[in-house]
Structure formats: structure tokens, C-alpha cells
């Protein structure tokens, strides 16, 4: 079964600066799928970035790109310029694209804080 | 705007009571999924559905069940509510392509048991 670890309850950064989130994961399979996704105070769930096993570039949306190191299993989150409305819950999720199904697996999450 | 709604924002149940959680999405999406979300333990696998009347059990089925009559519609039952399952519970959907395809997530059910 695959697993994903989210080693930071909690970060904080200062708005406009960078932070990163990490996260790691375990999985025996070589094509899957991996996600960040966010979680303000209202509780909606949505996608920041999506990266594919298979391709070696990191995946880039505006201000949040990736850090994917295939082979250390690792998968970190960057957020530049960080904002205020950038706080919230942000988990890690794997999705795999074999034949173990369609369910997406979390991590525990990591709650960042923007500071003013 | 593509979305999953779930039924109720807040609910509070006894304990022995049953409960359904409802869940309906718009975007003609195979898969289904229902999660439990606790403080420190991130979103945790209920129970997820590919197909109308399909299902598998994910990481923690214990207590709970479900049913998909309709392909829109996946119900998350609690058979007999215990005070363990007050929780944040999150429903989800996505396309059954095997792919990186989005899932959406309806706003979450709040659910006291006392």
C-alpha cells in the first residue's frame, strides 16, 4: 500500500517570501500520479498542482512550482511571493495510475500561517 | 462550475442513532469517494465507488457503509452512530481514467455524535 508523509504539522512564513512544504511518499509502482491540494478556513478542498511520475520537468502553476526527485521519493511544495490568502491546510495526495485503482492517499497535512 | 454538494454543512446525532451522509456531484463522474478528516491524521479512506452499485473498502470501512444506486449519488451510512466517528467528513469525486485527472470535494459534513 502506498503511504505519504507530511514531516511539518505546521509552518509560518512572512508575506512575500518563500516557504516550502514537504512531503515524501512509498510506493512500489512507477507510473502514478502526485497532487497538492489546499484547504482554507471555508473547508473547500482544491487543486494547487498536479505532477506526473513519468515526466522529469517540475510542474509550475503562477506562484507555486515543485521540487519532484523521483528516485528519493520526495515532493515538495514552493510557494513564492506568499500572500495572505495563502494560508490554509495544504496535503500531499498520491494517485496511482496502475492497476491498484483510482483512490487518491493523503497525507496528514501541513498548516501554514502567513504573517503580515 | 463543476461541484459536489454534500447534503449538511453541520449534523448532530446520538449515539445508536442511523445516519446518512449524502453526496451528489454534477459532473458525470465514475469515481466516488468518502473520507474521514481528523486533526493529525489528514484524510483517511472510507469507502470509494467506480460504478453505479460498485464499491471497495479503503483504509477505515469500520462502522461504516455505503450505496450507489445512481451514478451522481454515493450515501455514506453509519450503521449505528458511536461517539468515535464525530469527525469531519469529506466527499469527493473524479474521472475513472486511470489518470491525474482533479478530484472535487463537496464543503465537508461536520458530524457530532453525543
Known amino acids: 500500500a502506498q503511504t505519504v508523509t507530511q514531516s511539518q504539522p505546521e509552518m509560518s512564513v512572512q508575506e512575500a517570501e518563500t516557504v516550502t512544504l514537504s512531503c515524501t511518499y512509498d510506493t512500489s509502482e512507477s507510473d502514478y500520479y502526485l497532487f497538492w491540494y489546499k484547504q482554507p478556513p471555508s473547508r473547500q478542498m482544491i487543486l494547487v498542482i498536479r505532477?506526473?511520475?513519468?515526466?522529469?520537468q517540475n510542474a509550475t502553476e503562477n506562484r507555486f512550482s515543485v521540487n519532484f526527485q523521483k528516485a528519493a521519493k520526495s515532493f515538495s511544495l514552493k510557494i513564492s511571493d506568499s500572500q495572505l490568502g495563502d494560508a490554509a491546510m495544504y496535503f500531499c495526495?498520491?494517485?496511482?495510475?496502475?492497476?491498484?485503482?483510482?483512490?487518491?492517499?493523503f497525507g496528514t497535512g501541513t498548516r501554514l500561517a502567513v504573517r503580515p | 462550475d463543476v461541484k459536489v454538494t454534500q447534503s449538511s454543512r453541520y449534523l448532530v446525532k446520538r449515539t445508536g442513532e442511523k445516519v446518512f451522509l449524502e453526496c451528489v456531484q454534477d459532473m458525470d463522474h465514475e469515481n466516488m469517494f468518502w473520507y474521514r478528516q481528523d486533526p493529525g491524521l489528514g484524510l483517511r479512506l472510507i469507502y470509494f465507488?467506480?460504478?453505479?452499485?460498485?464499491?471497495e473498502k479503503g483504509d477505515i470501512p469500520e462502522g461504516y457503509s455505503v450505496s450507489r444506486e445512481k451514478k451522481e449519488r454515493f450515501s455514506l451510512i453509519l450503521e449505528s452512530a458511536s461517539t468515535n466517528q464525530t469527525s469531519m467528513y469529506l466527499c469527493?469525486?473524479?474521472?475513472?481514467?486511470?489518470?491525474?485527472?482533479?478530484?472535487?470535494f463537496g464543503q465537508g459534513t461536520r458530524l457530532t455524535v453525543v
Open positions: 465507488s467506480y460504478d453505479v452499485k460498485m464499491k
Open positions: 495526495a498520491y494517485r496511482s495510475a496502475g492497476s491498484s485503482g483510482d483512490k487518491l492517499t
Open positions: 505532477q506526473e511520475a513519468y515526466k522529469q
Open positions: 469527493a469525486s473524479c474521472l475513472g481514467d486511470r489518470g491525474g485527472t482533479e478530484a472535487f
